[in-house]
């Protein structure tokens, strides 16, 4: 095992070396040619790589907690297992390596191209990926609890079953992204881009999805209880058996959108725009639809109970005059 810890190796060429297992604790590998070098299992905390080429490497089981790797190129190495805690990779090309499994708990990922990337299980929780490109990356089943998402480019990635409770994604591009079985409990996603993405069965709860855009998206028995909703997009949106309790959608854009089965039940629809939208065995009890556009007797003459629910006066009227049984109380 090579012994070069504290070394300084600033600019060395060590293209394709073998590094097993290497103690490089605290070195300096500023600028350093990496490229191919056989790194696995390899002791780099803390050690300085800022800006080294470290394409294709193996740092397979290596230790980079707290390292710096800041504008490092890491373009299609293997990190598989590393352990990355608290280390910096600021504005680093990251573009198709393999993170499977690594620990990058509160890791700097601001800036970092991570396109193609694979974080399958990594755990990410409390890391900064603001403003990061993480288009088309596997992060199916990865922990991101409250990691820093605000405006990163998600377009594409898969996230099926990600653990996202409590992370900020504002303004993130989360378009065609797959979210399927997905935690986003408690996730700060106001402005995100979310059109055409896959939100089966998604747990959204007291999420504070505010002006985000969901058109066309696939909600799908997905959790949205007690959700901030207002002025969301969902046009087109397929929200067919969706838990909607207590969400707040007022204002929200629900233009041809399918809620067949839904659960509304004591939810904020004012001011919503519903124009041409299956209601169709939708729960509507004690929500909230005064003033709501474009909203129509056929639609709700197909839901499921409408107890207590508030509505316009003239529609209220026509509808208990029609449709009594509507108005009785649900049998759940």
Do not use: C
Request: proline share 0%; no cysteine; aromatic share 4%.
């Amino acid at each position: 095992m090579a012994i070069l810890e504290r070394k300084e190796l600033k600019g060395a060429n060590l293209h394709g070396a073998d590094l097993i297992e290497a103690n490089l604790e605290g070195a300096n590998l500023q600028e350093a040619n990496l490229q191919e070098a056989n790194l696995r299992g390899a002791n780099l905390q803390e050690a300085n790589l800022r800006g080294a080429d470290l394409f294709y490497a193996d740092l397979t089981e290596a230790n980079l907690q707290g390292a710096n790797l800041q504008g490092a190129n890491i373009e299609k190495a293997t990190l598989q297992l590393a352990r990355l805690h608290l280390a910096n990779f600021k504005e680093a090309n990251l573009y198709g390596a393999n993170l499977q499994g690594t620990d990058l708990y509160g890791a700097n990922l601001e800036g970092a191209n991570l396109e193609g990337a694979n974080l399958y299980g990594a755990d990410l929780q409390e890391a900064n990926l603001q403003g990061a490109n993480l288009q088309g990356a596997k992060l199916g089943g990865a922990k991101l609890e409250r990691a820093y998402l605000i405006e990163a480019n998600l377009q594409g990635a898969n996230l099926q079953g990600a653990k996202l409770g409590g992370a900020k994604l504002e303004r993130a591009k989360l378009e065609r992204a797959y979210l399927i079985e997905a935690n986003l409990q408690g996730a700060k996603l106001r402005g995100a881009k979310l059109e055409r993405a896959y939100l089966i069965e998604a747990n959204l709860e007291g999420a504070y999805l505010i002006e985000a855009n969901f058109q066309g998206a696939n909600l799908e028995g997905a959790n949205l209880k007690w959700a901030y909703l207002i002025g969301a997009n969902f046009k087109e949106a397929k929200l067919a058996g969706a838990k909607l309790e207590g969400a707040n959608l007022k204002e929200a854009e629900l233009e041809r959108a399918d809620l067949k089965g839904a659960d509304l039940e004591r939810s904020n629809l004012k001011k919503a725009h519903l124009e041409e939208t299956n209601l169709e065995g939708a729960n509507l009890e004690g929500a909230d639809l005064e003033g709501a556009h474009h909203l129509s007797l056929s639609q709700l003459s197909k839901v499921k109970t409408l107890h207590d629910t508030k509505l316009d006066k003239e529609l209220h009227i026509l509808l208990k005059k029609r449709y009594p049984a509507l108005f009785g109380q649900s049998d759940e």
